[in-house]
């Protein structure tokens, strides 16, 4: 028999259930507002001792609401965040089948993907996502098989905050870990937001990519062109991490398609550097130092200056490609002052090396010339 104890702890919990089931939105808030505050950071016994050991009772509860109201907004963060109470409880097992049984994956995708969602929502949702992502292989390919990667892509490249952008991109990571079956759709998404445009999200995704590369260890041939488009970017820090990808590219097989492309980048196409009529304004001359091309041109140089003080291999690589030659034509960029710079830096690489790359330059650009650019 039931000790007077557990029968009041009972009774305590058929109430809360009975006040939730009759209560309206304001009353299921306030409800909602009070477990939070008492209950979070509980285990998974803890939780059941509070609950009288029904607190999948209530959970059932929580989860039906949100599944009816989620496209209406109604308390979604204060639903997103109690749910959380359960799936980060230790020992949570127990609870996360029961979220999954009853559609908390796809629930929690579909806030993802609406416009309506504030971002604060979307960073919960990305969070429980990340829970169960965490709980295990079969979890991870769950999400996957859900069409999570598209919907926490999309998310990562439209967010407008740092927060939730942080949160997708470490979902991500966490879904390419871990999960063969599916890591190379997490490679493939990672490409495929290569060229979103917010500078956050490319820093992001580039770092990741870094990350993914290494596990899935193959180069898909689609990452050579919007990696390379990366080095337009006026962000430095987009360009480093740009860099760094190609470096780390070298040993793979689009390593020729990548140094072909750099060292084409030297010498832009002429219709990327055509000047607008509004350039030739004395005033505005100082906006061609901006021009993504040029930006692009000096970023180019700089990889192909790291890449072969890196590897004598590549140095030779990049030579039969005519790197030198391209090399030149960048140096005589007189409208960008950095392009010149960094090409004038790579050349010198190529020059001190190579004796019969010295005395080609020599050649071409003049005893008094040349001596000044080894000084």
């Not at 509860?61 to 409880?89: D, E, H, I, N, P």
């Amino acid at each position: 028999m039931s000790t007077s104890k557990e029968q009041a702890a009972i009774g305590k919990v058929l109430n809360f259930l009975q006040e939730w089931d009759h209560g309206n939105k304001t009353v299921r808030s306030r409800m909602l507002t009070s477990f939070l505050d008492e209950n979070t950071g509980m285990t998974c016994p803890e939780l059941e001792l509070e609950f009288a050991q029904v607190a999948s009772l209530f959970l059932a509860r929580l989860t039906a609401w949100m599944r009816l109201t989620y496209m209406f907004g109604t308390c979604l963060g204060l639903q997103l965040k109690a749910v959380g109470v359960f799936l980060s409880a230790s020992s949570n097992h127990r609870y996360l089948i029961e979220f999954l049984e009853v559609g908390g994956v796809l629930t929690l995708l579909e806030i993802l993907g609406q416009k309506q969602t504030k971002e604060e929502d979307q960073t919960e949702a990305l969070r429980l996502l990340q829970i169960v992502s965490n709980a295990g292989r079969k979890y991870k390919e769950l999400i996957c098989e859900s069409y999570g990667v598209r919907a926490i892509a999309e998310c990562l490249a439209k967010s407008t905050t740092e927060e939730t952008q942080e949160t997708a991109r470490a979902l991500l990571e966490s879904l390419a870990h871990g999960n063969p079956k599916y890591q190379s759709q997490v490679y493939r998404g990672l490409i495929a937001l290569l060229p979103c445009t917010s500078p956050k999200a490319q820093q992001l995704v580039l770092q990741t990519l870094r990350i993914v590369q290494a596990i899935v260890r193959t180069a898909h041939p689609s990452i050579v062109e919007p990696l390379l488009n990366m080095l337009r970017s006026l962000h430095l820090e987009v360009q480093y991490e740009a860099i760094e990808l190609i470096t780390d590219l070298k040993e793979y097989e689009v390593r020729p398609v990548l140094l072909s492309g750099l060292v084409a980048l030297l010498k832009p196409a002429k219709e990327g550097v055509q000047k607008h009529k509004i350039l030739e304004d004395p005033e505005m001359t100082k906006m061609t130092e901006s021009l993504p091309v040029f930006v692009q041109q000096a970023a180019t140089s700089k990889a192909i200056r790291l890449l072969a003080q890196g590897s004598e291999e590549l140095s030779q690589e990049l030579l039969s490609l005519r790197v030198v030659h391209h090399l030149l034509y960048a140096m005589g960029n007189q409208e960008h002052a950095d392009a010149q710079r960094q090409a004038s830096l790579a050349l010198e690489h190529f020059v001190r090396t190579y004796p019969v790359v010295e005395e080609l330059v020599r050649r071409a650009m003049g005893s008094s010339l040349f001596a000044a650019f080894v000084l």
